[in-house]
């Protein structure tokens, strides 16, 4: 809503700023909101115009002048030149539209003849103001422009019509009927703000996003460590034990909270109660490996209980619902869990095609699958040659190596969160030592557990870091590395599901798999 006037300017006169010739004028204008830059809306207006010379029985001019535009208004408060919470808001506006009215007066061509006209033309506008910031919807605003008019002179005079032009003098109030939003209340509005659940208090750049000066994904605000990479709270965890180096006694070597962040050092003296579990009346976990098609690489391993009726195993399929596919149907470790039935490709899991007899269940010309094995060409990775699903479409391997499942090697036992192998577990491994050592074609996996206290995170490291212990103790004892694998499942694959002190050490363990070249 805005008070103002339009002043002439032509070949009458000019009356920029001549308030002695003031004639008052009103308007209104609704705009939108459409980027911190830039507003666009609608605006309509109305003046009385009135122009009279040195002598007004020679000419004058008056009119009823209405205005219809649209405009485009670029705002310096946009965030770069100025905060957009400025208390004051410079502006300058483009605008195109309509002007309607009549004029009539003392003609200054025909020696002051009366003269009536009636006006419809397109004018623009170009003007620049200023909003004053009052309170949160409520803004002044004060601007100046300049109207240039198309059509013909609307002054009585017609030697130079082109000179016709008026200029506006604005001032007025603006309400705003909405708040810009700011979900997070970090200064930058939604419409802008890429980062749209900003912490509260965090520092934010020009797009709203947090200040994360090292690039560690973890904001400043949230950041211990600000000026360096790291994982655990921001800060560098060298020994990867999520315990930050600055709180690490020992940030060099992996360890444990209760240690200040070093190896729990057990001596040989200690009591061993506790880390002796009677683990040979306790069921053990059924390895399955599945071969694959390239000799040289690993196999797939799958693991289930031979426990029944367990709420792990819902089929009582002995295979444990959370490697199994199908945990309300009873299946085969081969299909996955899964019935015959159904069947998945061991890669991508999407189903496929099932055998009937020697043949594949597909219809005649085998679309989509060029070697009919029953495998889709897209997931088949030996598309042209015949192949077992569980070897991804390729020829099963005949020379794999034996599982020796007749060689039963005994688990070793830790401490909670501990690496250290005890006096009791080593005197164990030198009997697998002596196996291994007696015939050279034996090899040995080696799986490493935790109990399911902590995060899946560090059991995952604390297994791994327990099967590399037991690794590193055969090499120095004389066997070979090439003959050695290892993996850690931190607390995936439970042998004792209760919550004793007994249970949790039995889960505490490394596995012992035999296996022939």
Not at 317 to 338: M, R, S, V, W, Y
Request: with cysteine.
């Amino acid at each position: 809503m805005n008070y103002g006037s339009i002043q002439y300017s032509g070949e009458l006169g000019n009356q920029l700023l001549d308030f002695s010739q003031w004639q008052s004028g009103y308007g209104l204008s609704l705009s939108h909101y459409i980027s911190p830059s830039f507003n666009a809306g609608l605006q309509a207006g109305y003046n009385f115009l009135s122009v009279t010379g040195p002598d007004s029985m020679t000419f004058s001019m008056y009119g009823n002048i209405y205005t219809s535009i649209g405009y485009v208004e670029y705002k310096l408060a946009n965030g770069y030149l100025l905060k957009e919470k400025s208390l004051i808001q410079p502006y300058i506006k483009a605008a195109g539209g309509l002007i309607n009215g009549k004029t009539w007066g003392s003609s200054m061509d025909n020696a002051g003849e009366p003269y009536n006209m009636n006006i419809q033309t397109l004018g623009f506008l170009l003007s620049a103001g200023c909003k004053f910031k009052i309170t949160d919807h409520i803004n002044a605003f004060v601007d100046l422009g300049n109207y240039w008019i198309v059509d013909e002179g609307i002054d009585g005079a017609r030697s130079n019509p082109a000179k016709d032009m008026f200029y506006t003098l604005n001032a007025g109030l603006i309400y705003s009927f909405g708040k810009v939003k700011d979900s997070d209340k970090d200064g930058v509005h939604d419409t802008k703000d890429k980062c749209p659940n900003t912490p509260i208090g965090c520092k934010v750049n020009a797009i709203g996003c947090p200040v994360d000066t090292d690039n560690d994904s973890i904001p400043d605000c949230l950041d211990d460590c600000p000026d360096q990479f790291g994982s655990i709270i921001g800060c560098p965890d060298k020994d990867g034990d999520n315990i930050p180096d600055f709180k690490d006694k020992c940030p060099e070597e992996f360890g444990t909270i209760g240690n200040k962040g070093c190896p729990e050092q057990l001596p040989n003296t200690e009591n061993q109660q506790g880390i002796t579990p009677n683990d040979d009346s306790k069921t053990s976990v059924n390895i399955y490996l599945v071969a694959p098609a390239n000799n040289n690489s690993l196999p797939t391993i799958y693991s289930s209980s031979n426990r029944h009726g367990l709420a792990f195993d819902s089929d009582g399929d002995q295979i444990a619902d959370n490697i199994d596919h199908c945990p309300d149907l009873k299946g085969t470790i081969e299909n996955f869990g899964c019935p015959p039935s159904i069947s998945f490709d061991s890669l991508t899991m999407l189903p496929v095609i099932n055998y009937a007899g020697d043949k594949p269940a597909i219809i005649p010309g085998c679309p989509g699958d060029k070697d009919c094995d029953g495998i889709a060409d897209e997931i088949d990775k030996c598309p042209e040659i015949a192949g077992d699903i569980k070897n991804k479409g390729c020829k099963a391997s005949s020379s794999f190596a034996k599982w020796r499942s007749d060689i039963k090697v005994p688990a070793v036992h830790f401490a909670t969160g501990s690496t250290y192998l005890t006096e009791y577990s080593r005197e164990r491994l030198k009997k697998l030592i002596d196996l291994l050592t007696k015939d050279p074609n034996l090899n040995v996996w080696i799986f490493g557990h935790t109990d399911a206290k902590g995060s899946s995170e560090i059991n995952i490291k604390i297994s791994e870091k327990r099967a590399t212990s037991v690794v590193d103790f055969l090499i120095a004892n004389g066997i070979d590395s090439s003959r050695i694998f290892s993996m850690g499942f931190g607390e995936t694959f439970p042998v004792a599901f209760g919550h004793t002190n007994e249970d949790q050490l039995l889960n505490r363990r490394i596995d012992f798999y035999i296996f022939e070249k």
